[in-house]
Each structure stands twice: as C-alpha cells, then as structure tokens.
C-alpha cells in the first residue's frame, strides 16, 4: 500500500507545483486577474458590512431619490454611483448583487463538477456499456443548446408554480438549471483522463491487492485527474454567471427584488438612452470585468496546468 501511494504522488509533481505557483507570482496579469477575483469575493461575502445602505430596509427604496447621477456627476456624496429608477442607492445593490452572481456561478458549477466526475469516473473505469449509455447521454445534452433548454424549462417552472412562487424559488432553480445542463463537459473531461491513467501501473497493482472499484477511482485515479477539472472548473463559474445575467436579462432569472447583475442590467436597459446611462452601465462594467478577470485565470491555468508545456 505505501508503494502505492508513492507512485501517485508520482516524483515530479511537487516540482511542477512549485513550477507553476512561481510562473504564477511570476505573471504580473495572472496575479491581477487573482486580486480582481479574490477582491469580488470579499466585497461579496462582505456585502451587508460594506454596503452604504441595508437594501431590506423598507426606507432604502425611495422615488424622491430615483435616478440621480453618480457623485462625480451629481454632486451628491450620499450615491457614490448614483442611483436607479427605484431610488436605490447603485454601490449598496451592486455589491448584493455581486454576492447573489458569484453564489449562484459556483454553486451551480459544483453541481456540473459533482455529476461530471461521477459520470466520467464510472464511464472511463468501467467502460463497455455503461460508458456506451452514459456517453451518448452527455452527446444528448450537448447537441442541445445550453441556453435554449434552460429558457425552456425555467418558462416551464414559471406556469407550473406560478410567478410568486416562482420568485421566491428563482435562486435555487436557476442553479439547478444552470448546473444540470453543463454536466458532459465534466464528464468527457473526465473520462478521457481516466482512460489514460487507468492503464498505468498503480491502478493494475490496486487491482492485485483487491482494493475495490469504487476506491480505486476516487481515491487513487481521481486526484491524477483533477489540473484538467481545475481549469474547467474556473472558466465555467464565469459561463454560469454570464448564463444568469442572460436569463434574468430575458425576465426568467432573478426577480427585482433580489437583484443580480443580470437583473440589474435587465431593469436599467431602459434607461439606457433616456439619460440615466449609469443604472445600465455601472452594472455591465461590474460584470464584464469580473467575467475577463476569471477567463484570464482560466487561460492561465489552462497554459500551465498543461502537462506538455511542463519541463522537469
């Protein structure tokens, strides 16, 4: 057992970790893309504490204070970023949706994760017939465009339980819907690296020792699959995010009352031309360049995680 576990560790891959956290510290956009990242994060999961004004405040919504232009513009230092249609204060509801965005980006991308490694991992060790069906079940999904089938079936969950209910269930089904019509990426990701590996020597010596099928895929060949997942993993939380804004941008996301950016773009659309530019803009900005920042954290990744661009 200890043989075996050495020969996972496999001798170069503390050096090729080391390798890729210095070319990491080492790239100036890689490392700004991370702060960008990291700094939605804390501005997200700090929201209520950072936040000028507490948005379930019955006082927050006020039309005497509907649309004023951002301080620099206005002259009124109370709306830093100006205010919408509503009377809300712009910064306070872009951070709350900010936090609502990234929530639901990675909590429907774990569920693409949890159901692609679980597919693929049985499709690539098993293989024959299950990796058959569960293989033209992920061909299925994919000749299938993401968006259309999610619109079709939020638009079912809307006459099914009505538009009240609805909104008050539109988190929760948006990242079922989002995370269950992007699991074959996963899946195909997944199985192809356990082909590889499962033909190596540590799995047929696992096999020798009698450890079991299921242990085997998770505890030995899975953690030698994980730098393609990583990559995946980083560039489908701004998919899903972009997938969100789309959907509440065409009415079947969020409701406005819980703001997200999709919802926020979608409610100051019409304003756009009408001089209130900000309500529209401001959020289109936040999202854009949360979105590059996570791409170019993916491109990286993708570029150095890859094994044939790594040198002993």
């Known amino acids: 057992m200890k043989y075996i576990k050495k020969d996972l560790l496999h001798p170069t891959?503390?050096?090729r970790w080391g390798h890729i956290v210095s070319g990491f510290v080492g790239d100036k956009l890689a490392m700004l893309a991370l702060i960008i990242f990291l700094f939605y994060c804390l501005v997200a999961l700090l929201a209520p504490l950072v936040a000028p004004?507490?948005?379930?405040?019955?006082?927050?919504?006020?039309?005497m204070n509907a649309e004023i232009a951002p301080s620099w513009i206005s002259?009124?230092?109370?709306?830093?970023?100006?205010?919408?249609?509503?009377g809300r204060d712009l910064l306070s509801v872009i951070l709350y949706g900010t936090r609502l965005s990234l929530t639901i980006g990675?909590?429907?991308?774990?569920?693409?994760?949890?159901?692609?490694?679980?597919?693929?991992?049985?499709?690539?060790?098993?293989?024959g017939r299950i990796d058959n069906f569960l293989m033209r079940c992920a061909d299925i999904q994919l000749s299938f465009s993401n968006m259309m089938v999610a619109i079709v079936f939020l638009a079912?969950?809307?006459s099914l339980f009505g538009m009240?209910?609805?909104q008050q269930l539109a988190m929760v089904i948006l990242i079922l819907v989002i995370g269950l019509?992007?699991?074959?990426?996963?899946?195909?990701?997944?199985?192809?690296?356990?082909?590889?590996?499962?033909?190596?020597?540590?799995?047929?010596a696992a096999r020798i020792m009698g450890i079991s099928s299921k242990r085997i895929m998770f505890r030995h060949i899975l953690p030698n699959t994980l730098s393609p997942i990583l990559v995946i993993f980083t560039v489908q939380i701004a998919n899903a995010i972009v997938a969100e804004a789309a959907l509440s941008f065409l009415g079947l996301g969020m409701p406005a009352t819980e703001p997200s950016l999709g919802s926020l773009i979608s409610a100051g659309f019409a304003y756009m031309f009408s001089g209130s530019w900000w309500i529209c803009v401001i959020p289109s900005v936040t999202l854009i360049i949360l979105?590059?920042?996570?791409?170019?954290?993916?491109?990286?990744?993708?570029?150095h995680l890859n094994p044939r661009t790594y040198k002993d």
């Open 164 to 166: 009240a209910r609805y």
């Open 53 to 63: 004004f507490d948005i379930v405040d019955p006082a927050f919504m006020d039309l």
């Open 75 to 86: 002259g009124d230092n109370r709306f830093l970023l100006g205010t919408d249609a509503q």
């Open 106 to 127: 990675i909590c429907a991308v774990l569920i693409q994760v949890t159901l692609g490694i679980c597919i693929g991992l049985m499709a690539g060790y098993l293989g």
């Open 181 to 204: 019509t992007e699991w074959p990426l996963f899946a195909r990701t997944i199985r192809a690296s356990v082909l590889a590996e499962k033909q190596k020597e540590y799995v047929d």
């Open 156 to 158: 079912i969950f809307q």
């Open 291 to 303: 979105i590059l920042a996570m791409n170019l954290l993916g491109d990286w990744l993708r570029d």
């Open 13 to 15: 891959s503390g050096n």
